[in-house]
Nanobody, 124 residues
Framework: QVQLSESGGGLVQAGGSLRLSCAAS????????MGWFRQAPGKEREFVAG???????YYTDSVKGRFTISTDNVKSTLYLQMDSLKPEDTAVYYC??????????????????WGQGTQVIVSS
């Protein structure tokens, strides 16, 4: 079992940048596929970006070219670099771990472990 804890959220102006971190404890990240999801008020949780055991990545269309997902397996930390932020990126951001490390799933239900979330607010 792995425990996940996000950090790095905050308030930023449109066009700015933030880097989210997700620290894992209990097991190494290399045994999981990892994902970032977000949930805006009144909306369902949605996939943002994912990375699998071979470091293949996948992004939802709205963040392609602006967000970058990466892992540091030595530090057991997942990152999400977010550049050129827009007000519509405002949400609580969650990291998640999928035991099936070979895929990158965009489905909430496929992920086995979740962090508590970190708030990102982008002002216009």
């Amino acid at each position: 079992q792995v425990q996940l804890s996000e950090s790095g959220g905050g308030l930023v102006q449109a066009g700015g940048s933030l880097r989210l971190s997700c620290a894992a404890s209990g097991r190494t990240l290399s045994r999981y596929a990892m994902g970032w999801f977000r949930q805006a008020p009144g909306k369902e949780r949605e996939f943002v970006a994912g990375i699998n055991w071979s470091h293949s990545t996948y992004y939802t269309d709205s963040v392609k070219g602006r967000f970058t997902i990466s892992t540091d397996n030595v530090k057991s930390t997942l990152y999400l670099q977010m550049d050129s932020l827009k007000p519509e990126d405002t949400a609580v951001y969650y990291c998640a771990a999928d035991l099936y490390m070979y895929r990158i799933s965009t489905t909430v239900g496929d992920y086995d472990y979740w962090g508590q979330g970190t708030q990102v607010i982008v002002s216009s």
